[in-house]
């Protein structure tokens, strides 16, 4: 990757931090219990493949993503651990989910079936986790109230299929990062639905080897959730609200640099829709970066860039592809020089705050036009740019 492209706008990914959240969550489940990454949305933004090898030489014991395509970019990247597709995949690429030994979750009877088939057709097993819905209200078998014995009869037919090997069962809490006392009382409550349903099948002969529903948030809160295998996702990148329970490192920094410095005087109106009008004579930095790179245009008039001399104010509206801030009071500042967006001095967790929002949100908008760079050990390990289909250590001169 050219020297040029970086000195953009670009993320940059601490894979120390990386390792150093998987120990503290490893430490904190013990020795028992299997760790199950959560990869899905190109991990959380921090690059699906790059964090997957990481787990895997780290000795994580399983993967999770949303769909085919994503499990489909590990395997292709030479991850070669078990992978768990949480979401939906139609019933014809059960040979393809065969043919990469992929893991997929089944939410519904009828689901079951078809797959079976497919893997009867394909001569082929097909390994499922059940996907029991305990009041998250999205996908899986209905169990909850009247739907109880129903729900259970649907499961243990589905895994007694043909060609399916059901190795797992989970569900989804929706309230396990609060501490209000009714979520912590409705996380409680899926919770026991699970043990009721766990129970009830192995009143008819069918146990799982991994059981499992521990996202972040009952990673931080509930031990006795924790069965035979956790599943956090923002955890492993060190956000949320429990990072600092936790004791973890956010892994992605997100940076950019001035590209023009420009003086104005005063009652200059400044970008779209004159939102911003400089009260007085004002040094204004012009950023390569706006909302397509993942700078919510709703920070427009309200964040400050972080630089070792003080805030720099954003000015006006956020652009797709630019972003005014004030220098005025910062005359150390000069053209090419680097301003924090998020980052060791200002956490992705405070910005979500702000805009009412969740840090997800915000590592997942970084897009793939912001070159990634790895660091390992305080080298860069790896460069990627999604744009130009490069994940290359340096670049091909060309
Ligand atoms: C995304 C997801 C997780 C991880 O959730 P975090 O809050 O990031 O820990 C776990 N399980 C399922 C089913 C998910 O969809």
Redesign the pocket.
């Known amino acids: 990757m050219e020297e040029e492209i970086l000195r953009r706008t670009w993320a940059e990914i601490d894979m120390d931090a990386l390792s150093h959240n998987y120990r503290a969550a490893r430490e904190r489940i013990g020795p028992g219990v299997k760790y199950l990454g ?1 990869v ?1 949305a190109d991990a959380y933004g921090h690059g699906a493949v790059q964090v997957s090898r990481k787990l895997q030489s780290l000795g994580c014991d399983y993967l999770a993503v949303s769909s085919l395509d994503e499990a489909r970019e590990l395997r292709r990247g030479g991850v070669t651990m078990p992978v768990l597709i ?1 979401g939906h995949t139609p019933p014809e690429m059960t040979p393809q989910l065969i043919r990469h030994d992929l893991t997929q979750t089944v939410s519904a009877l009828a689901k079951a079936e078809e797959y079976s088939q497919a893997a009867q057709a394909a001569g082929g097993v097909l390994r499922v986790h059940i996907k029991v819905d305990t009041g998250m209200s999205r996908l899986g078998f209905l169990v909850r109230g009247e739907h109880f014995a129903g729900g259970v009869d649907a499961i243990a037919t589905a895994c007694a299929l043909p060609n399916l090997d059901a190795e797992g069962i989970f569900t ?1 809490f929706s309230t396990s ?1 609060s501490d209000d006392p009714g979520d912590r009382a409705y996380a409680m409550e899926q919770f026991n639905v699970f043990l009721s349903v766990l129970d009830a099948l192995a009143a008819r002969g069918r146990r799982f080897r991994l059981r499992h529903c521990a ?3 009952a990673l931080a809160r509930y031990p006795e959730t924790f069965l035979d295998m956790v ?5 492993l990148y060190g956000l949320g609200d429990d990072a600092d329970t936790l004791g973890l490192c956010p892994v992605m920094s997100l940076y950019s640099c001035v590209s023009t410095i420009k003086v104005f005087d005063a009652d200059t109106p400044v970008s779209y829709g004159r939102l911003y009008r400089t009260p007085d004579r004002r040094r204004v930095g012009v950023l390569p970066v706006g909302y397509a790179d993942g700078l919510f245009r709703g920070f427009s008039n309200r964040l400050a860039l972080w630089t070792p001399g003080g805030p720099a104010p954003i000015l006006g509206r956020i652009c797709m592809d630019m972003t005014m801030v004030d220098l005025s009071g910062l005359p150390n500042i000069h053209v090419g020089d680097t301003l924090e967006i998020f980052g060791p001095h200002q956490s992705a967790n405070a910005l979500a705050a702000m805009l009412d929002t969740i840090p997800y949100e915000l590592v997942c908008a970084v897009s793939k036009r912001v070159p990634r760079l790895y660091k390992e050990h305080g080298q860069v390990t790896e460069r990627s740019l999604r744009i130009l289909g490069q994940d290359t250590l340096s670049a091909p001169t060309a």
């Open positions: 959560v899905k949480l989804h990062d996202n972040s948030g599943r956090p996702g923002i955890a």
